[in-house]
């Protein structure tokens, strides 16, 4: 016999019942894949998010000067090892960087559209939903698309070239890159890394919900609608600390074109060097 229909549709879960899973520890088992999977996406899309801001600080010290910038790279290098740079360093992190974004992409993969069906469906859901936070969750996708392009070629180009680490030689990759290109590279990964981190501290919680109150109007003025500001704001000011560090990378390269030296490595002088100071 089956179910009447009076019985199987006698309650609609709504916007509350459905976040908070009401029912479901009566629901049959699914596999503990998608759980797991999930918590690596968090942890490598954590890592990368945290990584963003020091990324920033790396690159925007060519702002500083070449010295400092050159300085860092030779930091990096493990110049203060024995007095020479180490390619296998730069490779190491790069290769673990690396090894995060393909861990990532290959968990969130699975949230991509399919069909352009599908992607017909979200765009719709998107526009009935009308909440911020769905829009976030779109912005993601469509970052994480153009992302999927852009990053490759970026740590391609570090990893298989370690010695490329020089501000003239960054500079005049960046100049044949061109403005809009890095420039597009930069707000997909802004936007995309720090609505990341916003979306991570709303999924594992830090908000105290109350399961009285409706789900959505959790967009009222809360702590939430506080934190999705500040991080729009901070998003903004990653935007505008790039464009600054790329202008100064572009000038540099445009430099290095003009004077026709494209592969001349900069030199530390040796009053600003850090590992080989004026004697
Ligand atoms: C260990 C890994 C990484 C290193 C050592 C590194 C290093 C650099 C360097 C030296 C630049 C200067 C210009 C250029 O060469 O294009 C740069 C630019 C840039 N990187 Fe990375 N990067 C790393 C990973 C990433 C990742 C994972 C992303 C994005 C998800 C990213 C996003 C960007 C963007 C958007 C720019 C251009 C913006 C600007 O010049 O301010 N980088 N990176």
Not at 25 to 32: E, G, H, L, N, W
Request: a positive charge; proline letters at 3%.
């Amino acid at each position: 016999m089956t179910t009447p229909d009076s019985i199987k549709y006698a309650h609609t879960p709504s916007a509350t019942d459905n976040v908070w899973g009401v029912g479901l520890k009566d629901a049959k088992r699914q596999s503990k894949c998608t759980a797991r999977l999930d918590v690596a996406q968090s942890v490598t899309g954590l890592i990368l998010g945290i990584f963003l801001f020091c990324h920033m600080g790396f690159t925007g010290s060519v702002n500083f000067g070449k010295d400092l910038f050159a300085n860092l790279i030779a930091t990096s290098g493990g110049v203060w090892l024995d007095g020479a740079d180490h390619a296998w360093m730069h490779v190491l992190f790069v290769g673990f960087i690396f090894l995060c974004v393909i861990i990532h992409m290959f968990c969130a993969l699975r949230r991509f559209p399919t069909s352009y069906k599908k992607l017909h469906d979200l765009h719709s859901h998107v526009k009935l939903v009308h909440h911020e936070d769905t829009t976030l969750w779109y912005v993601q996708l469509i970052t994480a698309f153009a992302l999927f392009f852009l990053v490759f070629p970026h740590l391609m180009t570090m990893l298989t070239n370690p010695h490329g680490f020089d501000p003239n030689l960054i500079g005049v990759h960046t100049y044949h890159n061109g403005l809009l290109y890095t420039f597009i590279f930069l707000v997909c990964t802004e936007l995309h890394g720090m609505i990341g981190l916003y979306r991570l501290a709303v999924k594992w919680d830090i908000f105290a919900k109350n399961p009285d109150s409706k789900i959505m109007d959790q967009r009222a003025a809360t702590d939430r609608t506080g934190l999705r500001k500040g991080m729009l704001v901070v998003a903004l000011l990653m935007i505008v600390g790039g464009s600054i560090t790329m202008w100064t990378n572009y000038s540099i390269g445009a430099d290095q074109v003009a004077k026709n030296a494209e592969a001349e490595r900069y030199v530390v002088p040796a009053e600003a060097n850090w590992y080989a100071p004026a004697k």
